[in-house]
Structures are given as C-alpha cells and as structure tokens.
C-alpha cells in the first residue's frame, strides 16, 4: 500500500506532533489544579522527563497516547499498515522504554501513575479519582 500523502506532507503532519504540552495532558494538568494538587512539569533530573511531577506525594505521571504508547486494545493504537517493520520496531522500543523509565522511577522510591488519553477524553472525572487514590496511598501503576 502506498501513502497518500506525499513525502513533504508526511514530514509536515509529523513534524507537528509534539512531546510534551499535549491537549491531554494540558487537561489533566487543568483538573488536577482545580482540584488542589500542585506539580511540576517534565521534571529532567526523573527518568523519562515525567509529565506531571507531585513531590508531595513523590508521585509522577505520564498522560500516553494510546497511539504512540499502543494502549492495549483501544482502538487508538491501531497499527499503520504500510511499513510495518519500522512501526514495529518503533513501537517495540518505545514500549520497552516506558518499561526501563517505570522501573528506574520505583527503584528511586517514586509511585508512578499512567494515564491514557482515550480514557482521559471518555471520563476525566473518573482518571481524577484514580489519580486521587493513587495519590492518597493506593495502587502503583
């Protein structure tokens, strides 16, 4: 299968995505101030520069893209069908990454939450709540 869009309108519409100050994560950052919670952002001395950084609770939080993070069986993560083998291996990596950043954080004594932005968009009040109880000392992960 060939793409449709040509190699300068591939390069454009990938060059706009960003890292970081995504609408997921500009979202969750407004739900959880109006809540009361106060953190940091992309904190570069944490392993993985998390999104969120709580230093009250030594708890950071990383707000995924189902696509690029490939959420389990959400429809988001549908993987492209041209090029296979390189979006494999892209995906394989950053998974495996994820992987490496969680387990250093822990090992540093961090609790260290994900959200997934489908689930962020569907039921933001619930994602509060989950991060709410995360925070107050439950489930890490």
């Not at 570069?44 to 609770?57: E, H, R, T």
């Not at 990383?62 to 490939?70: D, T």
Request: glycine share 6%; hydrophobic share 35%.
């Amino acid at each position: 299968m060939v793409d449709v869009l040509t190699t300068e309108q591939r390069s454009n519409n990938m060059s706009r995505i960003r890292g970081k100050n995504t609408k997921p994560e500009m979202v969750l950052r407004s739900l959880l101030h109006r809540s009361g919670y106060r953190f940091r952002l992309h904190d570069k001395s944490l392993p993985g520069k998390p999104d969120l950084v709580l230093k009250k609770f030594k708890s950071v939080v990383f707000v995924n893209g189902c696509f690029w993070h490939r959420h389990e069986g959400c429809k988001k993560a549908a993987a492209p069908k041209t090029r296979i083998d390189f979006w494999e291996k892209k995906f394989a990596r950053t998974i495996e990454r994820d992987k490496e950043q969680t387990t250093a954080l822990i090992e540093f004594g961090w609790k260290v939450i994900t959200v997934w932005e489908c689930e962020l968009k569907e039921r933001p009040e619930y994602v509060l709540r989950n991060i709410a109880n995360n925070l107050s000392g439950g489930y890490n992960g």
